[in-house]
């Protein structure tokens, strides 16, 4: 891309036949994606080592490509990943570090402030309104390793949001908490969408159904169909075995029909799922008499 500044007007994000490859392993085969601008929630699924993660950091810029075109607001990823929040999948924080929770959210404004810099009036007022979107303000002076596993994924999340992005990607956010505190996460960025888009790969199969606006699957190839409905024909594609989902804004189980059994052979076919009752949102165990197909399956 030429252009060196922030064109509004230009798609949030736009990815072109990209190929990413590590020595002679292909991670990443042709993939192309476009997304307009705000207002909705890309959920991205797919089994381990699928690609996922490494299409995050292509778009910011922190992994080479081999092939293809990625571009931010018109900006390649590197001079774009101002205007990019993002929560990684793990954050390799030292708990035992006496360090406040207003203290990490700054940290998200260094790439402002720059590493020997005082944070100023203004990075410390953008952090305070980060705490208060996700709902953390009043715990601004706690120990971050005094919080639980759910309050740190929202001071992560006010972190990748105190730089005021215009873009945000999230690897695993509702990892480690609890039912509550994914209807919370979701509720905060049913709110975030209005103003910027977002990206977030889960593992969570229904969440994604209940709460995405669209959805993908990648594996090393990317299969997106601009809608929550997804084919049975899709998911085996992406997942290399069968997948029974019917996402239309109704959480569903994994389907406990599958063809591989699950290791039933010593092997697993690498999807990440594991068989259940097939049950409705008013039935979570098996009725009296109804076989248990997860012990079947093992």
Not at 240 to 266: F, K, W
Request: with cysteine; glycine share 10%; proline share 4%.
């Amino acid at each position: 891309m030429n252009s060196k500044e922030f064109d509004s007007n230009a798609p949030v994000l736009d990815v072109q036949h990209l190929w990413v490859r590590y020595d002679a392993h292909t991670v990443l085969e042709d993939v192309s994606l476009q997304i307009a601008g705000p207002g909705e929630i890309l959920g991205i699924i797919g089994p381990n080592g699928g690609g996922k993660t490494t299409f995050l950091k292509s778009i910011l810029g922190l992994i080479p490509i081999s092939k293809g075109e990625i571009s931010v607001f018109g900006l390649s990823p590197e001079k774009a990943r101002q205007y990019i929040g993002y929560v990684p999948q793990y954050n390799k924080y030292d708990y035992d570090f006496p360090i406040s929770v207003l203290e990490v959210v700054l940290t998200g404004r260094l790439k402002r402030a720059g590493l020997f810099h005082r944070y100023s009036k203004e990075d410390k007022a953008a952090a305070m309104q980060a705490l208060e979107t996700v709902g953390m303000a009043e715990f601004k002076d706690k120990q971050i390793g005094e919080l639980s596993g759910g309050q740190r994924q929202r001071v992560f999340i006010a972190r990748a949001l105190s730089n005021d992005p215009k873009f945000l990607l999230m690897d695993e956010p509702n990892t480690g908490l609890d039912t509550f505190m994914q209807d919370e996460l979701y509720r905060i960025l049913a709110d975030l969408k209005k103003e910027m888009a977002i990206i977030v790969i889960s593992h969570d199969v229904g969440a994604v159904s209940a709460h995405m606006d669209k959805i993908a699957c990648m594996n090393r190839r990317l299969f997106f169909h601009d809608s929550k409905e997804m084919s049975r024909e899709d998911f085996i594609a992406a997942y290399g075995c069968s997948i029974d989902l019917v996402a239309h804004g109704v959480p569903h189980r994994v389907l406990g029909t599958h063809p591989y059994a699950h290791g039933a052979d010593g092997s697993t076919c690498g999807c990440g799922s594991t068989p259940l009752v097939i049950s409705d949102l008013a039935a979570e165990t098996p009725a009296a008499g109804q076989k248990d197909e997860t012990k079947e399956a093992k």
